[in-house]
């Protein structure tokens, strides 16, 4: 030993008896010491500089790498009663096999004749849609028979109008040849009377022309009576004319109104056929749900819901099935502060439970007993542990243990660069992130190239 410490144990302690004393004191033995600890600290120095890939770790889980081949539970799509179990667990079912058979538990559904009665519902509802249609139909025949008859009647007024308005006008005439046949028997009656009283004339010639001018005046008021006649014939035509076409618009008002009722009607009537339609589809198809049915082909795993009589609620769990077809993946969780250093694509190593290994993370060349990996998926959003879920899925060229099953844990070890183990000490002491510096550096070194 050197012996530097001012409290010395030469003198104080009887060092006989220990034989070390005397090797520490013998000068061949100092200098095997000092070879050694030489040697140590070269091969420590030359340690430190062998390489060293850096990586990160973490816990995971096997599971299925699409969402259809994961372990899949088929719940009830309508509330019932358990009546029969036609599988058991363990069993290996197809895609459409019938698991479960269930009884309705609600009231309105519970009629065994339920769809026979909404069929006849129906065909009663169309055959009221079809009764409306004739009616509408109907109603725009009368429709067309009343404006027919209209246009004839009115034909008729019109004709009937124009000869009263022409009779008023013969007779407008009549009175004008009745007045100058009535002037000129008085013209004739005055001479008639002067030469009476000249003497020239007789009595009975005298009576004959008042006679003839009576005669005359009693024509033109028959002529006045006629055109009176006339005019109210011509004022009974218009009016009769006027009524005719109020007659008919009301009659054609009213068609149409039962028209537009009945297709009002015959549109309701298809609304309730069309909704009928609809209920009738629901219950064909919820008399399908009444037997749970394999969504894939796969083994079922678990019961769930067991026994018979049991009620469930609609969505409730019955039985599990893992599909035959699957392709594995492992699911692990990375630190925030290392998400930015992995890819997809990068290769990850696992251990798998029940799989013996011999591991050295920092040489993955002489790690025995892991499996590779490649990451196909980085959630981006963080889960609720903190850490964010990377996917990783099986190479083809190293393909994983058949026996791996769902469920199963994994160890990852994620591979990133190679740097000296110097390096990695100094960066594990700092508690520095792996490749940080180091990635840093590589983007300037390309930023700076032209």
Avoid: C
Avoid at 52 to 77: C, K
Avoid at 116 to 135: C, F, H, M, P, S
Avoid at 250 to 265: I, Y
Avoid at 325 to 341: G, H, I, K
């Amino acid at each position: 030993m050197l012996n530097l410490s001012d409290n010395s144990i030469d003198g104080r302690i009887d060092t006989q008896p220990y034989g070390a004393f005397g090797l520490l004191k013998s000068r061949y033995t100092n200098a095997w010491l000092q070879r050694l600890l030489a040697i140590g600290f070269l091969v420590l120095v030359a340690f430190a500089f062998l390489p060293w890939t850096q990586n990160i770790q973490s816990t995971g889980q096997i599971t299925m790498l699409r969402p259809d081949q994961r372990p899949q539970t088929v719940p009830s799509a309508i509330p019932g009663r358990i009546e029969q179990w036609y599988v058991s667990e363990g069993q290996y079912v197809q895609a459409g096999d019938t698991l479960v058979r269930l009884s309705e538990v609600k009231s309105e559904y519970t009629d065994p004749e339920l769809l026979e009665r909404t069929r006849e519902q129906l065909a009663a509802k169309q055959a009221g849609v079809i009764a409306y249609d004739n009616k509408v139909t109907a109603l725009a025949q009368q429709f067309d028979a009343i404006s027919q008859a209209r246009d004839f009647k009115l034909a008729a007024a019109a004709n009937k109008t124009i000869q009263a308005r022409l009779k008023v006008t013969t007779d407008s005439a009549a009175i004008v040849a009745a007045q100058l046949d009535l002037e000129v028997a008085l013209a004739q009656l005055e001479r008639q009377r002067t030469l009476y009283e000249q003497g020239l004339k007789s009595l009975v010639d005298l009576e004959s022309r008042r006679m003839k001018a009576q005669s005359a005046e009693a024509k033109m008021t028959k002529a006045f009576n006629d055109l009176d006649y006339s005019r109210n014939e011509l004022e009974n035509a218009l009016i009769e004319q006027s009524t005719l076409a109020s007659e008919f618009a009301d009659k054609l008002a009213k068609v149409s109104s039962e028209r537009f009722s009945a297709e009002s009607a015959g549109a309701e009537a298809r609304g309730e056929v069309a909704k009928l339609r609809n209920t009738l589809a629901n219950y064909e198809a919820r008399a399908g749900f009444r037997y749970l049915r394999a969504p894939q082909s796969g083994r079922v795993t678990q019961a769930l819901s067991v026994g018979i009589g049991e009620t469930v609620k609609e969505g409730t769990p019955i039985l599990t099935i893992v599909p035959d077809e699957t392709a594995l993946a492992v699911e692990f969780f990375v630190e925030p502060m290392d998400l930015p250093l992995i890819h997809v694509g990068n290769e990850v190593r696992f251990l798998f439970d029940g799989w013996p290994a011999i591991v050295f993370s920092g040489w993955p060349a002489v790690t025995y007993g892991t499996f590779p990996g490649e990451i196909v998926a980085i959630d981006p959003v963080i889960s609720a542990n903190g850490k964010y879920r990377v996917l990783v899925a099986e190479r083809s060229a190293q393909p994983w243990p058949e026996a791996l099953r769902a469920g199963g844990g994994a160890r990852g070890i994620a591979l990133l660069e190679t740097v000296p183990i110097w390096y990695e000490v100094w960066r594990q002491l700092n508690g520095f992130p792996p490749d940080y510096y180091t990635g840093n550096a590589k983007e300037s070194s390309k930023s700076k190239k032209p």
